[in-house]
């Protein structure tokens, strides 16, 4: 596996963000910002990313401030929530690819809540193309039935007792998501009970972000997501109205195995039945 080089980025409000880079042996062919899921640090990413590094892209794996290993200090003072992410985080590390890779394709992976926020990510124009997984919104009404009883407990009882108990979200130690600034699951809360998730919330400036993308985007969701139904994954591509848009739906028997789920798509087990088939040609073939 590729050794990645950790490295703190700062955004432009001043805050360190915590990334890794991992590097392929020769030429890079291209750059790739991996953005992760809510609450899910970087380290689940490392096989992929190192897998990216294999096939000669620079690949790069990071913590969202107030996470992981962007965590500095108390978590119940850490003052941020998910646009903020969006607006800082992403963009630095946009920027740190570009600065070690200029005028090379760069790509964006985002897993769930990293296909959400890119409308929000002032530096979307210099991608060259965002794959989306296991994306969609996270309206709790409509997401498949796990996940809608889990989000039921999460946002009518957990979130509003805890948080203003601990001053933060104390996931890790319920083995639910994991743990979370105030501000970010507080907004997340907000956007997952609204039909129109965080267009529905933020109004008419969120739909004219997500409208303004023209980034290609193509989206791999995967038909036993315990979380992502069909109807959220439809939801959110549809925001993206002047996208250049592909989607595939994949079900388990399709690649013969038996689960892939939320998260499954990057365990390295999927190395030959997903990653080889499905995620290497979306890169190689991009402009």
Known sequence: MTEPHSQIVATNDGRAVAASFFAPAGEAKGSVLLVGAMGVNQDYYRPIASWL????????????????????????????????????????????????????????????????????????????????????????????????????LLFFALVPVLVPLFGYFPGRRLRVIGDLPAGAIRQWRRWCLHPQYAVGVEGAWARERFAAVTTALTSLSFTDDEFMSARNTATLENFYVHAAKCSKRLAPEQIGVQRIGHFGFFREQFREKLWDPYLLPELNSAP
Not at 67 to 72: A, Y
Request: one cysteine or more; hydrophobic letters at 40%; a positive charge.
């Open 53 to 152: 590094a294999e096939h000669g892209y620079l690949a790069a794996t990071f913590d969202f401030f107030g996470t992981g290993k962007s965590l500095q200090g108390n978590l119940r003072d850490v003052d941020v929530n998910i646009l903020q992410w969006a607006q800082q985080d992403c963009p630095a590390m946009v920027e740190a690819l570009c600065t070690r890779l200029s005028h090379k394709p760069l790509y964006w992976i985002g897993h769930s809540l990293g296909a959400q926020i890119l409308p929000f990510t002032p530096t979307w124009p210099k991608l060259t193309k965002a794959v989306f997984i296991a994306s969609g919104t996270g309206y709790w009404r409509e997401l498949s039935s796990p996940g809608r009883r889990r989000a039921s």
